[in-house]
């Protein structure tokens, strides 16, 4: 079972800056594994990337995602402040799903 | 639309049991496999279980193994986890999401609460 490791814990920036959020793999994954989520206070967690870098359906373009092998990155080209929330890599395996821990995006 | 609610959360004493429940409506439930996802207070998300479209392939988490059972029921849409000797440590707003690699539809959760 991999373990994904997500940095940094928080990231302090302002709307229009750009943010690179990274996800570490514990063994190498598949691509079509990896997935990224953003989860706002109180709200369930909403699918933004999977596949490693294919963007759901209604996600904006300032939303990327690249990596493969044991490191993952999403990227957010210009924040919105909508983007301000906590986002989550996850990993699924034959028998099981992971999280990471998650990093913060506050202004 | 495609939806997911949850229900049946509440509070339990250590080594309680509780059955919790999704409901799906707006596509066809019988096609897609259906996670449970915990979130403890102030903490991240933990994969809790799955279950595969026709029943045929169910996992657990580590933690859970043992003590919690997933099921469901195609012809009605819904989904169960039933919970035994739970632990202050379950306390967490659990979510149904649909997915197998990923998972693209969540409920709003519901509560459970353990404590004595």
Not at chain 1, 2 to 29: F, K
Not at chain 2, 27 to 35: E, G, V
Request: glycine content about 10%; aromatic content about 10%; overall charge neutral.
């Amino acid at each position: 079972e991999s373990v994904l490791t997500q940095s940094p814990g928080t990231l302090s920036l302002s709307p229009g800056e750009g943010a690179t959020l990274s996800c570490r793999a514990s063994q190498s994954v598949r691509s079509t594994y990896i997935s990224w989520y953003q989860q706002k206070p109180g709200q369930a967690p909403r699918l933004l990337i999977y596949y490693t870098s294919t963007r759901a359906a209604g996600i904006p373009d300032r939303f990327s995602g690249s990596g493969s092998g044991t490191d993952f990155t999403l990227t957010i080209s210009r924040l919105e402040p909508e983007d301000f929330a906590v986002y989550y890599c996850q990993h699924y395996d034959t028998s099981s799903r992971t999280f990471g821990q998650g990093t913060k995006v506050e202004i | 639309e495609e939806r997911l609610v949850e229900s049946g959360g509440g509070l339990v004493k250590p080594g309680g049991s509780l059955r919790v429940f999704c409901e799906g409506s707006g596509f066809t439930f019988s096609s897609y496999s259906i996670n449970w996802v915990r979130q403890a207070p102030g903490k991240g998300l933990e994969w809790v279980a799955c279950v595969s479209s026709g029943s045929r392939d169910i996992d657990y988490a580590d933690s859970v193994k043992g003590r919690f059972t997933i099921a469901r029921d195609n012809a009605n849409y819904s989904l169960s986890l039933q919970m035994n000797s739970l632990r202050v440590e379950d306390t967490a707003v659990y979510y149904c999401a649909r997915g197998e690699l990923n998972m693209d539809v969540w409920g709003k959760g519901t509560t459970v609460t353990v404590s004595s």
